[in-house]
């Protein structure tokens, strides 16, 4: 059985790429949903390159004549006439703005509505065909259609893909690992949309020459493909729990390998954020996924599913947790980096893959942009492992995880208590020596702790909170130093304070070389 349907994948590629361009944008969108295609399948259509023959220059000059209120000549510098790129909804030419600036104008193509009404009946068609002849590899093919329709509309709207590329420039200005290119509102309308050029090497064809084994035009380029991957799946992790502002269309062709390896992002037709209180419990998921806590994964992924109307909650929760148990003891089995030669995904991108699977079967929905996040996360790794890189979601999402945890602590420490500290400080050592000890060892035995707002399961929260006594520590230290250098001649009844400063100076780093051998 398993023989026969091999070829199956490729079937769907080709039927895509023969049933027109349209179609195999169809395909780049299905290739980054493993939830609703086998992972085959995805992988397969990841390799889809939407590339159309190219509208003549007589129609594109026609269009922005029409769409920017004159002749492009008179409102660039120059403008080539063969673009550097077509696809199926869209081509793009590399022009000059009177500025000197070179820029990206992204041309919509001609009757693109009528073309999409009727290749989305044709895709309705193909459906019901497919799930006729009872192998259908889509999870539910009407909820299917219906995404690919809202998609495909919303592509259309070149004013919403400059607002979502607004945002998302305005978000990573500072960033030094991706570069999103600035748009130009007042050459840019609901069908033509301007934005910087980016230069380097579509990622795309970063990964033929990977699959080809040729290293040249990498090497001319200066690329590091392992360097590329670890930030890609980094920069998701960051659009999604940071910026709270993510692309959601991470496929090959969208991403721009640049500069020391600097990536590129393009193309904002599709965007998405998390509600906040979504987005919080789905950082609770993932951190409990990081910290192996169970019962906390549960907890979580319930608050974050809605029951559809023939949702089994407890058929839900016994298979939920028969996966993850699988996972948990395959990860202490196999560390975090847990993919191993010839495996497609990290066992944490099946393991969510596996959960997303299971919620569908028992009609435990997921909120769309969740789904959308998902597909994020899982078309970065996915890039990631073709470019043959080690990175994946369990290596680099671990540490992101941990640095997220440490910057929600430092961003709850209030900074009015932590001056009342150093002044209680202050008084302690003061007032007797003694008293600083005792402080020292209640903060290394744990009972100071600081109030640190937690939304976490338990296991999450013990370790959050041996990062804020770390934290605090910390803080101590840096206030015994600068008392040793303020008043390191300062007395108490004529007994010297330095010697007892500096021991509790040891005394503090030697607990905080506790707590972090703990954390470790
Ligand atoms: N600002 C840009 N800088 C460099 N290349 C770009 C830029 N915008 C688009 N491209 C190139 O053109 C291609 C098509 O543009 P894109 O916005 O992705 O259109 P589509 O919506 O048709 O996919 C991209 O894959 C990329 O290679
Ligand atoms: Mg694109």
């Known amino acids: 059985m398993a023989r026969r349907a091999a070829p199956r994948p490729q079937r769907l590629r080709?039927?895509?790429?023969?049933?027109?361009?349209?179609?195999?944008?169809?395909?780049?969108?299905?290739?980054?949903?493993?939830?609703?295609?086998?992972?085959?399948?995805?992988?397969?259509?990841?390799?889809?390159?939407d590339q159309s023959p190219a509208e003549t220059w007589e129609t594109v000059h026609a269009i922005l004549t029409r769409e920017l209120g004159a002749p492009p000549e008179e409102i660039f510098r120059t403008i080539r006439h063969r673009p550097l790129a077509a696809g199926s909804i869209a081509?793009?030419?590399?022009?000059?703005?009177?500025?000197?600036?070179?820029?990206?104008?992204?041309?919509?193509?001609?009757?693109?509505?009528?073309?999409?009404?009727?290749?989305?009946?044709?895709?309705?068609?193909?459906?019901?065909?497919?799930?006729?002849?009872?192998?259908?590899?889509?999870?539910?093919?009407?909820?299917?259609?219906?995404?690919?329709?809202?998609?495909?509309?919303?592509?259309?709207?070149?004013?919403r893909e400059l607002r979502n590329q607004q945002r998302m420039y305005d978000a990573t200005t500072r960033d030094?690992?991706?570069?999103?290119?600035?748009?130009?509102?007042?050459?840019?309308?609901?069908?033509?949309?301007?934005?910087?050029?980016?230069?380097?090497?579509?990622?795309?064809?970063?990964?033929?020459?990977?699959?080809?084994?040729?290293?040249?035009?990498?090497?001319?380029?200066?690329?590091?493909?392992?360097i590329l991957a670890e930030r890609l799946i980094e920069t998701a992790l960051d659009q999604?729990?940071?910026?709270?502002?993510?692309?959601?269309?991470?496929?090959?062709?969208?991403?721009?390998?640049?500069?020391?390896?600097?990536?590129?992002?393009?193309?904002?037709?599709?965007?998405?954020?998390?509600?906040?209180?979504?987005?919080?419990?789905?950082?609770?998921?993932?951190?409990?996924?990081?910290?192996?806590?169970?019962?906390?994964?549960?907890?979580?992924?319930?608050?974050?599913?809605?029951?559809?109307?023939?949702?089994?909650?407890?058929?839900?929760?016994?298979?939920?947790?028969?996966?993850?148990?699988?996972?948990?003891?395959?990860?202490?089995?196999?560390?975090?980096?847990?993919?191993?030669?010839g495996e497609d995904r990290s066992q944490i991108a099946d393991y969510m893959v596996a959960v997303v699977r299971v919620a569908r079967v028992h009609d435990m929905r997921l909120p769309a942009s969740v789904l959308s996040m998902y597909r994020t996360l899982l078309a970065s790794e996915s890039v990631a492992h073709q470019l043959r890189s080690d990175a994946d979601l369990g290596t680099v999402g671990r540490g992101f995880f941990r640095g997220l945890q440490i910057e929600k602590t430092l961003s709850d420490f209030d900074p009015n208590s932590v001056i009342e500290w150093l002044m209680q400080i202050n008084d302690l050592v003061r007032s007797g020596p003694r008293n600083v000890q005792q402080v020292l060892s209640d903060l290394a035995e744990g009972r100071f702790v600081l109030p640190v707002r937690s939304h976490e399961s338990e296991q999450s929260r013990r370790a959050s909170s041996q990062r804020a006594r770390m934290i605090s520590l910390a803080v101590v230290s840096v206030a015994l130093a600068m008392l040793l250098s303020g008043r390191g001649d300062a007395s108490v009844a004529g007994v010297p304070l330095a010697p007892f400063l500096w021991a509790a100076l040891v005394l503090d780093l030697a607990a905080m070389f506790l707590i972090w051998r703990r954390l470790e």
Not at 30 to 44: H, K, M, T
Not at 108 to 114: I, T
Not at 181 to 199: M, W
């Open 91 to 159: 081509q793009v030419h590399l022009a000059r703005l009177r500025n000197g600036r070179t820029v990206a104008v992204k041309v919509q193509r001609p009757d693109l509505e009528q073309r999409v009404d009727r290749d989305l009946r044709r895709v309705r068609w193909l459906m019901r065909a497919v799930d006729w002849s009872g192998v259908s590899p889509f999870a539910s093919p009407d909820e299917v259609v219906a995404e690919l329709e809202r998609w495909l509309r919303q592509e259309l709207d070149f004013t």
């Open 240 to 341: 999604i729990f940071r910026i709270r502002f993510f692309h959601a269309d991470m496929h090959p062709g969208n991403l721009i390998a640049m500069r020391d390896n600097v990536i590129g992002l393009v193309d904002f037709g599709l965007t998405d954020v998390l509600d906040p209180t979504v987005e919080r419990r789905q950082a609770d998921f993932l951190s409990a996924i990081y910290n192996n806590d169970v019962n906390g994964m549960y907890r979580s992924v319930v608050q974050i599913l809605v029951e559809g109307p023939h949702a089994n909650l407890e058929s839900f929760r016994r298979d939920f947790f028969n996966e993850t148990n699988r996972f948990v003891a395959e990860r202490s089995d196999r560390g975090w980096s847990g993919r191993l030669p």
């Open 14 to 49: 080709d039927l895509l790429v023969r049933l027109g361009p349209l179609f195999v944008k169809i395909g780049q969108f299905l290739a980054l949903r493993p939830d609703i295609l086998p992972q085959e399948y995805c992988d397969e259509l990841l390799q889809l390159v």
């Open 176 to 226: 030094d690992i991706v570069r999103v290119p600035r748009p130009y509102a007042h050459l840019s309308t609901a069908r033509v949309l301007t934005g910087e050029y980016l230069p380097g090497l579509p990622l795309s064809k970063v990964m033929r020459h990977v699959r080809e084994g040729s290293q040249g035009l990498l090497d001319r380029y200066q690329l590091d493909t392992g």
